[in-house]
């Protein structure tokens, strides 16, 4: 039994660990930990160090080989140099004498050795009569350190360029053969020790290469702090994005400049500001479904709940029941249609002759209640037109007469009212109105006339269906034209409610044959 439970226990703790492992390995918390090991800014950095590295390598590379070519190139000339001396000297006489060598070559090369001193890293040898003869002082006696090579250069017929390895390091030769009344009598030899020439290009190619290791970790710590500096958007874009949500969405990322980044903190926050304006318009939406359709849903569930078999209470019930469900019906258009005002969809501009406007809008309220209709002003048709949407100014000037109507009595006078607003000899837009003479308006509430669910005093004591909404659709269309709407009381008796538009809505552009003037 002790075993049995010992192997549960372990085999417990071993399912317990490898759900842990598990855990640890996907928990989503620690991605983006691993991920960020290498962020932006670490690849920006590294990609930058990887290619000044290789840059400065493939530098080193050329340097360093277009020293060596040098020092070879050097070398020939050297060598080449010291034998064009040999052979102008061969016209000089000797100088002990004061006659030409002739047959002496042991005097001639005795004679150009103690006048011409080789360079540094240079040597001199001559071969006289196939013996070894004589080299220059502080040069390395080659004929006993490598009898191979003295014999080599001994057998020398005609000018010879060679490269061989000595026991004193590699030298670079050149050999030429003295000639005596047409014979071969000897060879004088030019070697050089290139090494010493080699370790100083090599030495300078080190020095580059130390230097270029201080340039790139110098370089690597300004473009680490440089690339924290550009990527400061992107940070802040990432906290203003992280602390933004469905509540909160107030945060908005600091823009300065005119880059691209500026550009991506501006177009981020102006999507903030998109998505602010639609959750407020759904919260809005919402909170006007719910206010608004409280009380007829209320009267219908009361009248329903009460409702007896008896037919004339019935019928009563159902004509009630059936009012309240034509007024939720009509908010709901109503609302639904505050809601599609943000949208680019909510507006179909065209252009649109005032005068026909104001003819078609008194036409169409004469059916609306027992007032006295009239038209305050309004251009002929044909004479002035602006870009609008026709169908959306008649709903705004029928829910202002809708409204004037509802404030005044049977006969009063509501006047509708149109005239172009004139610039500079031009039409640039136009001033809508619509007025009564009923008891005017709340003082109190006229700041506040056009928000939803706002309704002056008599509003409130004289009717039920609606709570502001047609004034707010109002305003919600004269601003999607891009204009304002205002309400005022009259000085003798009543209101006047004024739409001011532009000559055309914001995005649309306007033409000489749109429009007209007078």
């Known amino acids: 039994m002790t075993m049995t439970a010992t192997a549960m226990t372990a085999t417990a703790m071993t399912a317990t660990a490898t759900t842990m492992t598990a855990t640890m390995t996907t928990d989503p918390a620690t991605a983006p930990l691993r991920r960020r090991r290498w962020g ?33 190139r050097d070398v020939d000339q050297a060598l080449a140099q010291e034998i064009e001396e040999l052979r102008l000297a061969t016209d000089d006489v000797d100088p002990d004498t004061g006659e030409p060598f002739g047959t002496d070559v042991e005097g001639f090369v005795r004679s150009f050795m103690r006048r011409s001193v080789p360079g540094e890293n240079e040597a001199f040898y001559a071969i006289v009569r196939g013996e070894p003869f004589l080299y220059n002082a502080g040069a390395p006696n080659l004929f006993d350190l490598d009898p191979a090579l003295s014999q080599t250069w001994g057998a020398t017929t005609e000018a010879r360029w060679g490269r061989t390895m000595t026991s004193v390091g590699e030298i670079r030769y050149l050999a030429t053969p003295l000639v005596a009344e047409g014979a071969d009598v000897g060879v004088f030899v030019v070697a050089y020790f290139p090494e010493p020439d080699r370790a100083a290009a090599h030495r300078a190619v080190r020095i580059l290469a130390l230097a270029g290791a201080v340039v790139v970790l110098l370089t690597g710590a300004f473009a680490w702090s440089i690339a924290g500096r550009v990527l400061r958007p992107v940070r802040e874009l990432t906290d203003t994005a992280r602390g933004i949500s469905e509540t909160d969405l107030s945060g908005r990322i600091p823009v300065t400049g005119r880059d691209e980044l500026s550009e991506l903190g501006a177009t981020f926050n102006e999507m903030i500001d998109r998505l602010e304006r639609g959750f407020a318009g759904q919260r809005q939406f919402l909170d006007d479904v719910a206010h608004e359709l409280r009380t007829p849903i209320t009267i219908v569930q009361g009248h329903l709940e009460l409702m007896s078999d008896e037919p004339v209470e019935r019928a009563e019930t159902l004509t009630i029941v059936n009012d309240e469900l034509d007024r939720m019906n009509r908010y709901v258009t109503d609302l639904l249609l505050l809601a599609k005002a943000e949208t680019t969809e909510f507006l179909r501009p065209e252009p649109v002759d005032l005068g026909e406007l104001a003819q078609m809008v008194h036409q169409k309220v004469q059916g609306i209640a027992d007032r006295h209709w009239a038209i305050d002003e309004a251009p002929a048709p044909g004479a002035v037109a602006i870009i609008a949407d026709p169908g959306r100014l008649t709903q705004a000037l029928l829910n202002l007469a809708t409204n004037a109507a509802q404030h005044t009595d049977a006969g009063a006078i509501v006047a509708i009212g149109i005239a172009p607003v004139w610039s500079s000899g031009a039409v640039a837009g136009a001033r809508i109105w619509v007025r009564d003479t009923g008891r005017g308006l709340d003082p109190t509430q006229l700041d506040h006339l056009f928000d939803r669910r706002v309704r002056g005093a008599a509003s409130r004591t004289e009717r039920t269906d609606g709570l502001g909404i047609g004034l707010s659709i109002v305003a919600a269309i004269a601003h999607a034209h891009g204009g304002t709407v205002s309400a005022t009381n009259e000085i003798t008796r009543g209101a006047r409610f004024t739409i001011t538009l532009p ?16």
């Open 40 to 72: 932006i800014r670490q690849r920006v950095v590294f990609s930058y160090l990887a290619l000044l590295v290789a840059a400065l390598s493939i530098s080193l590379i050329v340097t360093r080989q277009s020293l060596l070519n040098g020092v070879e």
């Open 503 to 518: 000559l055309s809505p914001p995005g649309t552009g306007t033409s000489d044959d749109e429009e007209t003037t007078s």
